[in-house]
Structure formats: structure tokens, C-alpha cells
């Protein structure tokens, strides 16, 4: 309990942490809350209302379709969410195992498991992404797989970084001496230490998540019929709503989609000075 009070104190300082959890706490309360928020139905089209700027009764305007921007905005926030947390929870898991196994028992395994992570790594991820969802589908959970099946090596690499050093600790000789299994140590003694700095990398990996699956579906690499962000801005640049005038409709998705990532990247930010004490302001 001193410890977490500690951690708040530390906390409390960085403006950009609080910043970002206070944006991160807004996003989940509009998406938990969508369902009895007073806004209009956002597959409600009418076609007499089309592109309508921002005004009092439609705040961020409306689509081609006449449907309310700003509801597909606040909908929207829950396929985002959806997706970062995961498939940060795929590229965390996978991350864990192969960096812990790795770094832990060194040797052949540690070169097969790295050569295995530079493969992923070296890939052009995005373009693999694009390929693999035109062979299997777009749909929602399909992409939350490729996302996370494809983006475990940096995690890994650090988990492994992190391993190798825990591994030569006093307290970790110690219970390899009294016959301790590999497998104890890695899960009674290795992860407990791994896992406060792999929270800080979960967070980015949320946000890398929902920044890529809005790329994909803007790329047409998904369910554009999807209320989502990057399908809002696909549809807009489709219909060529820039070009006529139209800002408002890629605007605000996009407006939202920056505003999410940047709470995850502060409030990420904000946990690694918490956690790793050299990085923390004098």
C-alpha cells in the first residue's frame, strides 16, 4: 500500500500522465456508455441531411449518408479499444514466452528463438499485414490476429534483455543451488520482475494496435462497413469528401484516433519514470 502511494505521488507530478489517463478514461467512458448516450442511431441515414457542417444539432456535422458524425466517433471508440487491448494481450503473451524461454536458457535455444524474432522483425509488417488479410478475411478478429501474430518481436527483444540480466541475480543462483526447476524460477522469480516494465511496453502496444488496424482499414484491410475510425476516414477519401469540401468527415475520427494514441503514449511515458527510477525528475 506505501508503495502505491508512492507510485501516485510520482505520478501526480508528470502533467502529461495525468493528461493522458484522464484522456484514456474518457475514451472508455464513451465507449462503455455509447449504448445510452443521447446521440442518434450512427447507421441512421438520411439523405436530406447530407453533409451538414458542425451546428448545434449535429456537432461534428454529417456524412454523404446524412449519418451523425459524432456518434460514429463515440461508437467507434470500442473497435479501437477492442482491438489495442487484444491484440497488445496476443503481442504480450507471445512476447513473454519466447523472450523469458530465451534469455533464460541462452545457448542454441536463445539463437533459434532471436533468429526466429530478426525474421519478424526484417519483415515489412504493414504489407505483410495487407496480404495476409486478403487471403484469410477482414474481419474483426482476423485482425486483431494478424496484429498481434505479427508484432511480438520488439516485445520480445526486451523481455529477453531484461532475462538475461535477472538471470545471474544472487536470488536467482540461489534457488537454482536449493534444486530449484527452470520452469519455477522463470514463473516465480523471473516474471514477477519482467512484468512492471512490461506494462509501460503493453501500453504502446495498445496504441500501436488501434493506430494499425485504423491503417489497415483505411487501406481497405478490414470491414469498411464497420463503424470504426479508420473506416470513417477510408469512406471519406473514398467519396472524395475532401476535395468537396467536406473536412469534417476525416477530420474528427482522425482527431479522435490521435487524441487516444497520445493518451497511451503519456500515460506509457509516465509509468516507465514511475518504474524505472533513473528516468524519474529530480
Known amino acids: 500500500m506505501d508503495k502505491i502511494k508512492v507510485y501516485w505521488k510520482i505520478f501526480k507530478k508528470n502533467k502529461l500522465g495525468i493528461f493522458g489517463l484522464g484522456v484514456l478514461l474518457f ?29 448545434y444539432n449535429h456537432l461534428f456535422g454529417t456524412n454523404g449518408l446524412g449519418q451523425d458524425v459524432l456518434s460514429q ?35 542454441f535455444i536463445d539463437e533459434i528463438f532471436m533468429r526466429i524474432t530478426d525474421f519478424f522483425l526484417v519483415l515489412p509488417s504493414l504489407a505483410l499485414m495487407i496480404i495476409v488479410g486478403a487471403l484469410f478475411g477482414s474481419s474483426l478478429l482476423n485482425v486483431i490476429l494478424i496484429i498481434g501474430l505479427l508484432s511480438w518481436p520488439s516485445t520480445a527483444r526486451i523481455v529477453r534483455s531484461m532475462t538475461l540480466s535477472l538471470r545471474e541475480f544472487p536470488f536467482v543462483e540461489a534457488v537454482k543451488a536449493a534444486n530449484g526447476s527452470n520452469i519455477y524460477i522463470i514463473f516465480k522469480h523471473i516474471m514477477p520482475n519482467v512484468i512492471p516494465v512490461i506494462i509501460a511496453t503493453a501500453i504502446l502496444n495498445i496504441s500501436g494496435a488501434i493506430f494499425t488496424q485504423a491503417s489497415l482499414v483505411f487501406l481497405g484491410v478490414g470491414d469498411v462497413t464497420d463503424i470504426s475510425w479508420g473506416a470513417m476516414i477510408h469512406n471519406a477519401f473514398d467519396s472524395g ?42
Open 241 to 282: 469528401d475532401i476535395i468537396g469540401g467536406y473536412w469534417w468527415t476525416s477530420f474528427f475520427p482522425g482527431l479522435f484516433l490521435v487524441l487516444l494514441i497520445l493518451g497511451f503514449i503519456f500515460l506509457s511515458r509516465s509509468l516507465e519514470e514511475i518504474l524505472n527510477p533513473r528516468m524519474r525528475r529530480v
Open 73 to 107: 466517433c463515440i461508437w467507434g471508440t470500442q473497435i479501437s479499444l477492442i482491438v489495442g487491448f487484444f491484440a497488445a494481450a496476443i503481442i504480450i503473451i507471445i512476447g513473454l514466452i519466447i523472450g523469458m524461454i530465451s534469455g533464460y536458457y541462452g545457448g
Open 27 to 55: 475514451f472508455i467512458f464513451i465507449a462503455l456508455l455509447a449504448p445510452v448516450l443521447p446521440i442518434s442511431n450512427p447507421t441512421l441515414t438520411n439523405p436530406q441531411e447530407s453533409y451538414l457542417p458542425p451546428s
